[in-house]
């Protein structure tokens, strides 16, 4: 079995080893429910951003060693997209490559497995055929107010007839939501809905990888785990189930306060 966390942020205030120890655990716990504790695979799709250049500093420690973050070390795959961390106890996992870019109609947009730039601010549209194009995954994940309004029309649209993309769920979408109607629209056209953990960039967010995210049958192989996971998901007969909880209405409401005070400190810096 495959667990796959598709929209992770590792911020700088997190304790990398912390976060990494914390995500095995929750694809644990996952895989033990299902009774498939002793035959799984764990993976984390980081989206990194602009200021956040996470797989590349991990990429340039790998092998060689990266002081202060024991008991993990990161070793190379065959692959630039892709590499993998081992504890001392040999707990892995797989770590994927990915950017998250904001949109001209300011949406988010993941491009998953892939280590390149996007350049930022285009139609959403044309980004996702540059995503397409260049062989990564593009995702649009729910956004807390992102998807109504004219951009929820535009969300539509792109459902309806727009080029090929894949939609996400987030473990910050508060269950008291009503369920968003794109993800409704999307299954009904068979576009997949891949969930992640979502972290926001506060301390006690450090835990949440691998908490929120899918499961696959089958296995990757170890040195190509980016492109058997793209295989994956571009083939209509094999099937994802989503795993993890919702987040409650008294933490959502507590980190949508924060979101707000931190991106109002941010513009009175800049």
Known sequence: ???????????????????????????????????????FMAVLCLTDTDDNRLFNRLAAHADSGSPGTAPWSFHHTGENNSLYAES????????????QIVTR????????????????????????????????????????????????????GLIDGGPHFFLGDNSGRSRWLPYPSQFTRGLKR????LPGSDPLPFVSECH??????????????????ADDLKRMLSDPGISCRSYGRLESGCRFVKHQLGMQILKRFKKGMS
Do not use: Q
């Open 190 to 193: 068979g576009i997949r809905i």
């Open 208 to 225: 949440r990888g691998g908490c929120f995210g899918f499961a696959i049958d089958g296995t990757l192989c170890p040195d190509r785990p």
């Open 105 to 156: 109609e300011n949406l988010e947009l993941l491009a998953i497995a892939i280590n390149r730039d996007f350049e930022e601010r285009l139609p959403i549209e044309d980004l996702i055929h540059g995503v397409n194009a260049s062989g990564a995954i593009p995702v649009i994940p729910w956004g807390f107010g992102k998807w109504t309004g004219k951009r929820g029309r535009i969300v539509n």
């Open 1 to 39: 079995m495959i667990l796959v966390d598709s929209h992770v942020h590792i911020y700088g205030l997190f304790n990398l080893p912390g976060f990494l120890s914390s995500a095995h655990a929750n694809f644990y716990r996952e895989a033990a429910r299902v009774n498939r504790e002793n035959d």
């Open 88 to 99: 001392t106890s040999r707990e892995r996992l797989y770590i994927i490559a990915g950017r």
